[in-house]
């Protein structure tokens, strides 16, 4: 038989808990690190780097600590059902 509860929407699990604050801050160090890397000689030259790539930088980290999180709080909610069931069984 299966279970028909179900765990937090992608939405509450990507806005709760305080992900977003978190993927902010990963994207601000992350995204500053690899402009560095990847823009550093354009703006030691004192030109503008391409903005739409910058943005992309920040962005990357950003999606990938939301999505990092999403999947944590899947998969640890899974276990809790699991374990909560395993508990009502004994």
């Known amino acids: 038989m299966k279970n028909n509860i179900q ?8 806005f709760g808990g305080g992900t ?9 160090v992350v995204g ?14 004192g030109e503008f780097p391409n903005m ?8 990357v980290p950003f999606f990938v600590t939301t999505w990092g999180a999403v999947l944590g709080k899947k998969y640890q909610w899974e276990k809790d059902c699991a374990q909560n069931f395993s508990n009502l069984e004994n």
């Not at 402009?35 to 030259?45: F, K, M, S």
């Open 7 to 14: 765990g937090p929407t992608l939405f509450e699990r990507a």
């Open 32 to 45: 500053t690190i690899l402009t560095i890397i990847n823009h550093g000689d354009v703006i030691i030259h």
């Open 20 to 28: 977003p604050l978190k993927a902010l801050l990963t994207a601000i």
């Open 52 to 59: 739409l790539k910058v943005m992309l930088t920040y962005c």
